[in-house]
């Protein structure tokens, strides 16, 4: 069992940063990937940046590559989003993932607004 809690949301003005943090309790095994999904009003959760756990390969939507770094810390259970160069349209709840790929089943936190004003 693996539970997530997300923190550092808030509210920015564009072109301003953020850091998001979500620490995991629960083992995370070699077979996780973490990552940040968001989902705006109206809108589908998108897959934002995510992370291997074990080999630190990363992956980024286009939307956000340049912008947003997703990190990690193996010894604290801990990923990290730093958001620079923040848009109105980053506006969302983020959302913290862990998935275990050798079940597919999925983690999620409780999310964290970013607000992103123009």
């Known amino acids: 069992q693996v539970q997530l809690v997300e923190s550092g949301g808030g509210l920015v003005q564009a072109g301003g940063s953020l850091r998001l943090s979500c620490a995991a309790s629960?083992?995370?095994?070699?077979?996780?990937?973490m990552g940040w999904f968001r989902q705006a009003p109206g809108k589908e959760r998108e897959n934002v940046a995510g992370?291997?756990?074990?080999?630190?390969?990363?992956y980024y939507a286009d939307s956000v590559k340049g912008r947003f770094t997703i990190s990690r810390d193996t010894a604290k259970n801990t990923v990290f989003l730093q958001m620079n160069s923040l848009k109105p349209k980053d506006t969302a709840v983020y959302y913290c993932?862990?998935?275990?790929?050798?079940?597919?089943?999925?983690?999620w936190g409780q999310g964290t607004q970013v607000t992103v004003s123009s």
């Open positions: 629960g083992r995370i095994a070699s077979s996780y990937a």
């Open positions: 992370v291997i756990w074990t080999s630190g390969s990363r």
């Open positions: 993932n862990a998935h275990e790929g050798t079940s597919g089943y999925d983690y």
